[in-house]
């Protein structure tokens, strides 16, 4: 997989709306991912649309179902923990995801 940028919206928690694209990204209905980590449908729908937020043990859960490297999980939990209720919406940032299997090295300058 490669990287992939997202607008999100102000409306969706900002890990919502990642988990979302990742789970497409990964061809999955939702129903399968909710088995996956163990919580039922509606709640891993209400993450989706950004009516709930996720527990820390669901991310965790969300990036074990999707066998997501740890850099990912770290991100998503990032997004978690910073206060979005205060952000403006056009302060909303695009999120780039890299996604690929493999942690990338820095390069050398």
């Not at 909710?34 to 209400?46: E, F, H, K, S, W």
């Not at 074990?64 to 940032?93: F, G, H, N, T, Y």
Request: aromatic letters at 4%.
């Amino acid at each position: 997989m490669g990287s992939m940028e997202i607008q999100i919206p102000r409306e969706v928690s900002p890990e919502g709306a990642v988990m979302r694209q990742l789970r497409i990204t990964a061809d999955l209905p939702q129903a399968d991912v909710a088995r996956l980590m163990d919580v039922n449908a509606g709640a891993y729908a209400n993450y989706e649309l950004g009516h709930r937020r996720p527990r820390v043990e669901h991310i965790r859960a969300f990036c074990r179902a999707l066998k997501l490297p740890r850099s990912m999980e770290v991100r998503l939990l990032i997004l978690r923990e910073q206060d979005w209720k205060r952000v403006k919406p056009e302060k909303i940032p695009r999120v780039k995801l890299g996604v690929s299997t493999k942690e990338s090295k820095p390069s050398a300058a």
